[in-house]
């Protein structure tokens, strides 16, 4: 195989915020694997929260470029065994798996969807992210993308306030993420009076590592609550069944798409809600995304959206949020020249 990487440093349509930062552009490593005339794309982004840059993971990858390119890739899973044994990050392996999955799948001749014989006939629609503003730039940002339905980034003194603001200018569903702002009490004060506004779920409410507090929220609070920051790998998925109603997988945090299969199932064995979440990808990240949606019950895969401009063509979402899935095969990624 034949192993290229690459940085893009992606501009943001508007400054993105949440509790603990801001951001106005989205630094991301694309990866790509060639072998056979055909060449697998994929991607994972920065992060400051898990101390994640490109160059950090780039370096971790030119340590065993050799390996790699010298690697028989017969299946995805095996691949991902041998990287996983080389003590990766998980976010540099994300990138190295995406591109083997979308390798294989061009090499199959098939949409991974199909490989995975799940179709796509029918998914969930992403929701289109709100990040943290003054409220009159949040009703701003809504205006100008009209959607079924917002994830609304909280985290400030006035939640519940900005939350009544927003409910006057949409009827869409919202869904509430405040990325481990909230106390216990906090979150199940807050949540009848955000059902009474039209809110579906709360996302990560509490500090990641706050067990108690969420045993009491479960308990108590009268909307379903999602875990993020809490469900990073496989072995938190059992844990988060016993303090969530659901789990929402990012893939450059649990390693790919490889890892998130065994997670989707593990958590629908529990009865657990499954989502899939995004980090503000390009096209590139959001194409794998697409592929689990039929297995999902909710999608965050707004990345290319909050884009001022995209780097390469795939799954397209359309201004209602359903999915153009293209001909190619594998995730169906190419780059833009």
């Not at 470029?65 to 995805?76: L, N, T, V």
């Not at 003590?87 to 979308?102: E, M, R, T």
């Not at 014989?117 to 029918?122: E, I, Q």
């Not at 920051?229 to 997988?249: A, H, L």
Request: with cysteine.
């Amino acid at each position: 195989m034949q192993l290229d990487l690459k940085k893009y440093v992606l501009a943001l349509k508007h400054t993105f915020s949440i509790s603990r930062e801001s951001h106005d552009f989205q630094d991301t490593l694309i990866l790509s694997l060639s072998l056979d005339g055909k060449t697998g794309y994929g991607e994972t982004t920065s992060n400051p929260y898990y101390n994640i840059t490109v160059e950090s993971m780039m370096a971790e990858i030119e340590t065993i470029r050799k390996e790699i390119e010298a690697f028989h890739i017969d299946h995805p899973e095996n691949f991902h065994a041998f990287l996983t044994s080389k003590k990766l990050s998980n976010f540099a392996i994300c990138a190295l798996d995406l591109a083997a999955w979308d390798l294989y799948g061009k090499l199959q001749g098939k949409p991974l969807y199909g490989i995975w014989g799940t179709g796509n006939a029918s998914y969930p629609i992403t929701n289109y992210t709100i990040g943290i503003a003054p409220v009159e730039k949040m009703v701003e940002k809504m205006k100008e993308m009209p959607w079924p339905i917002y994830k609304i980034k909280l985290g400030t003194e006035d939640d519940v306030a900005i939350v009544k603001t927003l409910r006057q200018h949409t009827d869409a569903v919202f869904r509430i993420d405040a990325n481990c702002a909230w106390s216990a009490d906090e979150t199940i004060a807050n949540a009848p009076l955000l059902k009474d506004l039209g809110v579906e779920f709360l996302e990560q409410p509490l500090k990641a590592d706050d067990w108690d507090g969420m045993q009491k929220v479960k308990r108590h609070s009268v909307l379903p609550v999602i875990a993020d920051e809490s469900c990073i790998v496989e072995s938190d998925v059992k844990q988060c069944g016993n303090y969530f109603n659901g789990i929402n997988i990012k893939l450059t945090k649990c390693g790919g798409l490889t890892p998130a299969l065994r997670m989707i199932h593990e958590a629908k064995q529990m009865g657990l809600k499954v989502m899939v979440g995004c980090m503000t990808e390009s096209t590139v990240g959001i194409s794998a995304i697409a592929q689990l949606v039929p297995q999902l019950d909710f999608v965050d895969m707004d990345g290319p959206l909050l884009l001022k401009a995209d780097i390469a063509d795939g799954v397209k979402i359309l201004p209602d949020g359903k999915l153009i899935f293209p001909q190619l095969n594998g995730t169906g990624v190419s780059l833009r020249s």
